[in-house]
């Protein structure tokens, strides 16, 4: 006999079916995460190096990525670029971590990046002129570019290196480094452009920069100031590789740098905040002699100096002038009557050097 339920036929019992769908969604969105957590980094290194290879662009590559999208964090390792024509590096790190907000980057008009990174090699170079002037070239043609409204960067340990085709030397180690770059494109020349740059001098010091770029007649020059303070005396001497024809009084000491960008090349002054130098004169065959100045309104101390394919420091002028300067103040003869006398000193006689490069920033 049939059994009769009153209200109607027995409903069937739904919820196995149900569980058995969330258990399949779950176990498909896991396998789905484990996949792209396993292939997004290989993904990423490989768009990443493909872009590097963009002739449009600025060349670089790197090794391995690391991703933790949940924390925002991309970490890039061997991180280089170079000279696609020579393979000759520009800049190098070790291993470089990028912090974004994937959201603010897809929704929010303002865009910003932060970078950090243990150590990174800057080299200066003809290579790096060279590629520099091949992105002013092709800057016009340049398409799908990269542009953030704020890159800010923190660099445990920047070495600027002079490279040559025989050697390499470090001619400045700067530390904790804090780099804040406003309106920057990533892949071509930056036209609306401006920074702030602050850290310390591994011998001693602080060293403080802001530049910025701006556009007009095709061009895009910057205009960079900074300032040194506390610097050790001997500062100049060590990014220069070789003694300069001046020798400070003071044990440490405060300046100032302004530069610009004009076709090509970088121009500038550094100028130390000092009262008074010796003049070293070296000449074949006499001893050397060292020539005490005062510095006044009158009588003043700057550093010009030329970047181009390397930064040349043009001091034959300032050395002339503070040289065959005569008028002396009445207080240097009354406060020391040797003040503005030469004092001969015994060396062996070397011929003067007209010119020495560094890279001051």
């Known amino acids: 006999m049939r059994t009769l339920y009153i209200g109607g036929q027995k409903k069937k019992n739904s919820t196995g079916s149900y569980w058995k769908v969330y258990i399949f969604l779950i176990l498909l969105l896991t396998g789905i995460g484990f996949v792209l957590k396993l292939t997004a980094p290989m993904i990423v290194e490989n768009w990443i190096n493909k872009k590097g290879t963009d002739t449009d662009g600025y060349a670089f590559s790197v090794r391995n990525v690391d991703l933790s999208l949940q924390n925002g964090k991309i970490t890039l390792n061997d991180v280089k ?33 932060s ?37 800010d960067g923190k660099i445990t340990k920047l070495n600027i290196i002079e490279k040559k085709e025989d050697q390499s030397r470090t001619m400045l180690e700067l530390n904790d480094v804090n780099l804040k770059v406003k309106e920057v494109s990533l892949l071509s020349i930056n036209k609306k452009s401006e920074f702030t740059l602050t850290s310390t001098v591994a011998d001693g010091g602080k060293m403080n920069l802001t530049g910025k770029t701006h556009e007009g007649n095709g061009i895009t020059p910057w205009a960079v100031h900074g300032t040194l303070k506390q610097i050790p005396s001997g500062f100049f001497n060590k990014i220069a590789g070789s003694e300069l024809p001046f020798a400070f009084t003071e044990s440490h000491l405060n300046a100032e740098l302004t530069a610009y960008s004009d076709n090509g090349s970088v121009l500038g002054e550094i100028t130390p905040e000092i009262k008074k130098l010796n003049l070293i004169q070296e000449k074949p065959g006499v001893p050397t002699q060292t020539i005490k100045r005062k510095l006044s309104d009158d009588l003043t101390f700057v550093l010009p100096f030329t970047l181009k394919d390397k930064l040349t420091v043009e001091y034959s002028e300032t050395f002339q002038k503070l040289k065959s300067y005569k008028k002396y103040p009445a207080a240097v003869a009354s406060n020391d009557a040797t003040e503005a006398k030469t004092e001969v000193k015994a060396a062996e006689p070397v011929k003067p050097k007209k010119s020495f490069s560094f890279w001051s920033f």
């Not at 990028?98 to 959201?103: E, H, S």
């Not at 992105?135 to 890159?151: E, F, P, Q, S």
């Open 81 to 113: 670029i170079f000279n696609p024509q020579t393979s000759s590096n520009l800049l190098e790190t070790p291993n470089l971590t990028i912090q974004l907000d994937l959201v603010d980057l897809v929704l929010n008009q303002n865009k910003k990046v």
């Open 115 to 151: 970078i950090t990174a243990d150590k990174v090699d800057l080299y200066i170079s003809k290579d790096l002129n060279s590629e520099i002037e091949r992105m002013r070239a092709t800057n016009a043609k340049a398409g799908n570019d990269v542009y953030l409204d704020v890159l």
